[in-house]
């Protein structure tokens, strides 16, 4: 498969991920899972090319007071949680500044869930396999927290699905799924490749 230096959009990346991810297609037991916003632009066209239901799974990443974009951690949809221990001690954040900070992002992700969910239940994930798509992951937190919130609806297998991932991100992940597929993996001899999904 050829890939682009770049994509042009969300829609863009998901459809190279729908090709990559054709061993997927025309199952009775697939559900594609997107995280919002950045996500459902990208499982859009992997749900339609797979000819598999599309569901959304709210997850909130935790960032650092001052210094939001830097990952304590995060939380999703039930009481799932994921810190990421060695950030906190980096910046002196105790258990009890992270509790804060997570009892806050529990308010916005509750009424985000609410908003996206409506009265609409769950696609099924029990036994199927589960394909979890975003539009990209830096460190990998808010996919550690999605995976987690997933295995415990016990899928029969997790695949995890981006365009773009840091490389040590898509390594730690790929302990954590069954398999990852990640078109882009820049390190930093390649910072002059352009990934950025807009």
């Not at 009481?79 to 500044?97: E, N």
């Not at 992951?137 to 999605?146: N, Y």
């Amino acid at each position: 498969m050829n890939l682009p230096l770049h994509f042009a959009n969300r829609h863009h990346a998901g459809l190279h991920l729908a090709e990559a991810l054709r061993e997927f297609s025309d199952r009775s037991d697939v559900t594609v899972l997107a995280l919002p916003r950045g996500g459902v632009p990208v499982a859009r066209p992997i749900a339609d090319a797979l000819r598999a239901p599309l569901d959304v799974l709210v997850v909130r990443k935790l960032g650092a007071p001052g210094h939001e974009e830097l990952a304590l951690g995060a939380i999703g949809e039930g009481s799932t949680q994921v810190r990421h221990t060695d950030a906190m001690q980096a910046l002196g954040i105790t258990a009890s500044v992270f509790d804060e900070i997570a009892a806050r992002e529990r308010q916005e992700l509750d009424r985000r869930a609410l908003m996206y969910r409506r009265d609409v239940t769950h696609a099924p994930i029990r036994d199927r396999i589960v394909i979890l798509v975003d539009d990209g992951v830096a460190t990998g937190a808010t996919m550690e927290v999605t995976i987690a919130a997933v295995r415990q609806r016990r899928p029969a297998q997790i695949v995890v699905a981006v365009p773009v991932g840091a490389p040590n991100a898509c390594r730690r992940l790929a302990a954590l799924a069954d398999k990852v597929v990640c078109l882009l993996c820049p390190t930093a001899a390649s910072r002059k490749m352009e990934v950025k999904v807009s």
